[in-house]
C-alpha cells in the first residue's frame, strides 16, 4: 500500500493508472465475448495492424492515434467480414493480415524515422510515456466503451453464445458482431501504448480464462474477468515500479501466475 502512495504521488503515474485500469477493463469485459466465439487472437492481429499505421502516422507527421484508430476499426470489420464470407477462416486470416501489416510498418519504419525508442515503445508498451492528449482521449474513448458494452450487454450475450437463436429471435447479429469489431478495435489502439504490439492479445484473453476456470455463468466470467484484469494491472505496475521492469511484460507475467492458479483452483 506504502509502495502505492508513493508511486501515485507521481502525476505521470497516476495518469498511466487511471488510463491502464480503464482500458484494462475493456479488454477483460470483450475479451469474455472474443474467447467465447473462437476470435481471441483478433488482438494479436489487430494490433498489429495498429503498428503498421501508426508507423504511417509517425513517417507522414500526423498524430498517431488519429490515424491508427479509424484504420483499426475498417480493418477490425474487414476481418469480421472476411471470415465469414471469405475461404480463409479466422486464425489463417488473422495471421495474414497480422504479420503483412508487422512487415509494412517495419518497412515503413526503416525508411523513415528508423528503429529508435519511440518505435520500441509502441512494440513493447510505454504507459509512463503518454501524452497528456494521449490520456484525455484514452480516458473518454475507454468510458464510451464502457457505456455501449454495459448498454448492450444482453444482446452481446446473447450474439456470443447462441447466433442461429439470436436470428430467429430477431436480433441483428450483423451488427452487434460489428459493435464487438468497433469496441474491440478501440481498446487494441488505447492498449498499445501499455501492452505494446507484442503483449496487447494477452490483456485480452488472459482475464477471459482465468474466470472461466472458477466461474462457469456468463455474468459472473465478465465481473470476474474484469476484477482480475484490473488487479493484475496494478500488481503489474507496481511490480514495474519496484524492480525497473517494463509495465507491459510485467503485467503479463502476473495475469499469467493468476491464470495458473486458477487452472489448479478450478480442477478441485
Not at 441483428?172 to 460489428?178: D, E, I, K, Q, T
Amino acid at each position: 500500500m506504502q509502495t502505492l502512495q508513493e508511486m501515485l504521488s507521481y502525476p505521470f503515474i497516476s495518469r498511466a493508472v487511471i488510463v491502464g485500469i480503464l482500458v484494462s477493463l475493456c479488454a477483460a469485459l470483450l475479451g469474455v465475448s472474443l474467447v467465447l466465439k473462437r476470435f481471441s487472437m483478433i488482438g494479436d492481429g489487430l494490433s498489429h495492424v495498429s503498428f503498421g499505421a501508426l508507423s504511417i502516422a509517425m513517417a507522414m507527421n500526423i498524430a498517431p492515434l488519429k490515424l491508427s484508430i479509424p484504420v483499426v476499426v475498417i480493418a477490425a470489420f474487414f476481418l469480421l467480414r472476411l471470415s465469414n464470407n471469405s475461404k480463409i477462416k479466422g486464425d489463417a486470416l488473422i495471421a495474414l493480415i497480422s504479420s503483412s501489416s508487422l512487415a509494412i510498418g517495419v518497412i515503413v519504419i526503416s525508411r523513415t524515422t528508423g528503429m529508435n525508442a519511440d518505435v520500441d515503445s509502441y512494440m513493447f508498451g510505454s504507459i509512463l510515456a503518454m501524452s497528456n492528449e494521449d490520456v484525455k482521449l484514452s480516458i473518454a474513448l475507454s468510458i464510451i466503451v464502457l457505456i455501449l458494452f454495459i448498454l448492450f450487454y444482453n444482446q452481446l450475450f446473447n450474439v456470443t453464445f447462441d447466433e442461429s437463436f439470436s436470428k430467429a429471435a430477431g436480433i441483428n447479429v450483423s451488427l452487434y458482431n460489428m459493435l464487438i469489431a468497433f469496441l474491440t478495435a478501440i481498446t487494441i489502439v488505447l492498449g498499445m501504448r501499455m501492452m505494446g504490439a507484442m503483449l496487447i492479445s494477452s490483456l485480452i484473453i488472459f482475464p477471459a480464462l482465468s474466470s472461466m476456470r472458477i466461474f462457469k455463468s456468463f455474468r459472473s466470467v465478465v465481473i470476474s474477468s474484469a476484477a482480475i484484469s484490473v488487479i493484475c494491472f496494478i500488481v503489474g505496475m507496481i511490480l514495474s515500479y519496484q524492480y525497473s521492469i517494463p509495465v507491459g511484460a510485467s503485467v503479463v507475467v502476473v495475469n499469467l501466475s493468476v491464470l495458473i492458479v486458477c487452472s489448479l483452483v478450478g480442477k478441485h
